[in-house]
């Protein structure tokens, strides 16, 4: 299933969202430009290594936290491909702009960089010992789908089944292509933990950390019911309850 658009606009221009998806595209830009040794070790240098990460935490907790948190949060804006770096931004432009207007451009910053931190050390307690550098914007874009899933339960995503050669187009409320979604990732998290027979490089705990993250923590960040007060007819008591 390809989502193509939602069914729910913006009422704010959603700066954040387009700047963190500018600056993604200008660093793979920069990334690809680089021959291949010197583009081997940009992303070993910047990308985040759980190996790494526990090699710190044997010498203290304060060390390990201090050493890594920038390379956490520059692997966030680090991209495998293109189509790694498209099928991500194309997400984050699907359900950044709602979640960024409910929250606030400052809020929605940090909810999003908190998404990723939270994202990649969820993906290192389950490969501690990898020394794989993770790269990618998908585990804060998921923190950012978790919280557009609570938010927006009855927005219907505009999506593409291709069947064939034929394209079909069906609208599926978000609660049941994002619950779908959600599932696909425990489901390939926990064969993943059989053996790297069933993995395929993609951090499936990342996305399952940055959802749980979302959807447990983004109404800390959105804005009071009273501070926004236009709604659609069958938004409001979700957005008040939830």
């Known amino acids: 299933m390809i989502p193509l658009k939602d069914t729910i606009p913006s009422r704010e221009k959603p700066f954040v969202t387009w700047t963190i998806i500018l600056v993604n595209i200008f660093v793979f830009l920069y990334q690809v430009s680089l021959p291949q040794a010197k583009a081997e070790e940009f992303v070993l240098r910047y990308g985040f290594i759980p190996e790494r990460f526990t090699y710190y935490l044997q010498h203290g907790?304060?060390?390990?936290?201090?050493?890594?948190?920038?390379?956490?949060?520059?692997?966030?804006?680090?991209?495998?491909?293109?189509?790694?770096?498209?099928?991500?931004?194309?997400?984050?432009?699907?359900?950044?702009?709602?979640?960024?207007?409910?929250?606030?451009?400052?809020?929605?910053?940090?909810?999003?960089?908190?998404?990723?931190?939270?994202?990649?050390?969820?993906?290192?307690?389950?490969?501690?010992?990898?020394?794989?550098?993770?790269?990618?914007?998908?585990?804060?874009?998921?923190?950012?789908?978790?919280?557009?899933?609570?938010?927006?339960?009855?927005?219907?995503?505009?999506?593409?089944?291709?069947?064939?050669?034929?394209?079909?187009?069906?609208?599926?409320?978000?609660?049941?292509?994002?619950?779908?979604?959600?599932?696909s990732q425990v489901s390939s998290g926990i064969l993943e933990l059989f053996g790297p027979v069933f993995g395929s490089g993609i951090a499936w705990w990342a996305h399952i950390g940055g959802f749980l993250f979302g959807m447990l923590t983004i109404n800390m960040f959105k804005k009071k019911y009273r501070r926004y007060n236009n709604f659609f007819d069958d938004e409001i008591f979700y957005y008040r309850y939830f």
């Open 61 to 183: 907790l304060l060390f390990a936290i201090t050493a890594s948190i920038g390379s956490i949060l520059t692997s966030m804006f680090l991209h495998a491909s293109w189509m790694h770096l498209i099928s991500n931004m194309w997400s984050l432009w699907l359900f950044g702009d709602n979640v960024e207007d409910r929250v606030g451009h400052f809020r929605f910053l940090m909810f999003y960089i908190l998404s990723g931190i939270v994202a990649s050390l969820t993906h290192w307690f389950f490969n501690a010992t990898s020394s794989v550098p993770t790269v990618g914007a998908s585990g804060a874009i998921s923190g950012v789908m978790g919280a557009y899933f609570l938010m927006f339960p009855l927005s219907r995503i505009v999506t593409l089944i291709p069947i064939g050669f034929i394209p079909l187009f069906i609208e599926v409320p978000a609660i049941i292509f994002l619950g779908f979604w959600f599932l």
